[in-house]
T-cell receptor
Framework: AQSVAQPEDQVNVAEGNPLTVKCTYS??????LFWYVQYPNRGLQFLLK??????LVKGSYGFEAEFNKSQTSFHLKKPSALVSDSALYFC?????????????FGSGTRLLVRP | DGGITQSPKYLFRKEGQNVTLSCEQN?????MYWYRQDPGQGLRLIYY???????QKGDIAEGYSVSREKKESFPLTVTSAQKNPTAFYLC??????????????FGPGTRLTVL
């Protein structure tokens, strides 16, 4: 069965410091991996995705994520956090061999960037 | 949220009532999805549709129904059989369901509260 784990309910970081939001996944085959961000009472916004190739994926708003196959992880990173990055972040996975094309979401991590 | 609209933004339902949530997209996407979001649980898939006049149950379809008569529209009905419908409902769409790497685009959501 496919699953995604986001082990931290909340991540706190000071503005200007680097941030990491963790994600690990489990699929039977090879994964497509996604990160989304959600601001209060809004829908999810796509940040970035891993399909194949370079393990370091760059996305919107200065975010990047590193795919690590051996550790089955896809952690979201940003070199310098902004207060406006404070939001709820979701990791999602899709098994390439799953014909239903369903996305499996993690439970979300709340990022709080303090001034 | 661009390209996908959901209405209403807030909806209140009395016990025993059926209510219908609207989702419209102008992105010319083939696939559409309905998710339910509860605090601390991430997103759970209710129904999805990969083509007009066809749809499949997701992980929590009981108490919900959908239709897909037009490519751009995918309304969700929350029936009286859904015992705990209070939640935030998100509609999403994606292009060409056969390409699993395609990200999903989300609407702004509808918050349903049972009185």
């Amino acid at each position: 069965a496919q699953s995604v784990a986001q082990p931290e309910d909340q991540v706190n970081v000071a503005e200007g410091n680097p941030l990491t939001v963790k994600c690990t996944y489990s699929v039977s085959g090879n994964p497509y991996l996604f990160w989304y961000v959600q601001y209060p009472n809004r829908g999810l916004q796509f940040l970035l995705k891993y399909i194949t190739g370079d393990n370091l994926v760059k996305g919107s708003y200065g975010f990047e994520a590193e795919f690590n196959k051996s550790q089955t992880s896809f952690h979201l990173k940003k070199p310098s956090a902004l207060v406006s990055d404070s939001a709820l972040y979701f990791c999602a996975v899709r098994d390439r061999g799953d014909s239903s094309y369903k996305l499996i979401f993690g439970s979300g991590t709340r990022l709080l960037v303090r001034p | 949220d661009g390209g996908i609209t959901q209405s209403p933004k807030y909806l209140f339902r009395k016990e025993g009532q059926n209510v219908t949530l609207s989702c419209e997209q102008n992105l010319n996407h083939d696939a559409m999805y309905w998710y339910r979001q509860d605090p601390g649980q991430g997103l759970r898939l209710i129904y999805y549709s990969q083509i007009v006049n066809d749809f499949q149950k997701g992980d929590i379809a009981e108490g919900y129904s959908v239709s897909r008569e037009k490519k751009e529209s995918f309304p969700l009905t929350v029936t009286s059989a859904q015992k705990n419908p209070t939640a935030f409902y998100l509609c999403a769409s994606s292009i060409v369901p056969g390409h699993g790497s395609n990200e999903q685009f989300f609407g702004p959501g509808t918050r349903l509260t049972v009185l």
